[in-house]
């Protein structure tokens, strides 16, 4: 089972700030099968990222993933407030599924 | 447009079977994805319990895995989740999810005496 472990726990920014967001692999993660989520309180997560750097469909220009192998990353280049939310990656390469324990990003 | 709807009861007693439907409208589930469930524990994090592949074959998370069946009903386009002997520590919000890409508004399924 791949372990995702996501630092920072809690990322405190103001508005207009980039934030960097990291998902840590236990081992490779195979074909780049790493998605990022963002999800508000009382929401379904939505899918932002797809194979590590794919924007999904609506997802702003503002948001971007890289990385590869166990490093991934997810950047927001300028926080708008409706960017402040709870923040999850995912493998879905070699069953089972796991994900990352999220990275709350709140307003400083 | 691809929806996902859960469907099922929201409070069960200890021992109890849960057993939630999800149904599909805008794709049929023989023509492709996984079809999956996850859930979320209040104020917790995101778990994945498994999925129904659309050729049929299943995969589940290991520590549920004698636990659980996800089947589907291709008739109906519709995939359920049953969960055996459930205990408080099933209470969750469930969601169903096509591949990684659409979920549904998930359902709160909560397990008390």
Sequence with gaps: EIVLTQSPGTLSLSPGERATLSCRASQSVNENYL????QKPGQAPRLLIFGVSSRATGIPDRFSG????TDF???????EPEDFAVYYCQQYGPSPWTFGHGTKVEIK | QVQLQESGPGLLKPS???SLTCTVSGYSI?????WGWVRQPPGKGLEWIGFIYYSGSTSYNPSLKSRVIISADTSKNQFSLNVISVTAADTAVYFCVRGVDVWG???LVTVSA
């Design chain 1, 73 to 79: 990353t997810l950047s927001i280049s300028r926080l």
């Design chain 1, 66 to 69: 890289s990385g590869s192998g």
């Design chain 2, 16 to 18: 109890e079977t849960l």
């Design chain 2, 30 to 34: 023989s023509s492709g994805y996984h």
């Design chain 1, 35 to 38: 998605a990022w989520y963002q």
């Design chain 2, 105 to 107: 508004q998930g359902t």
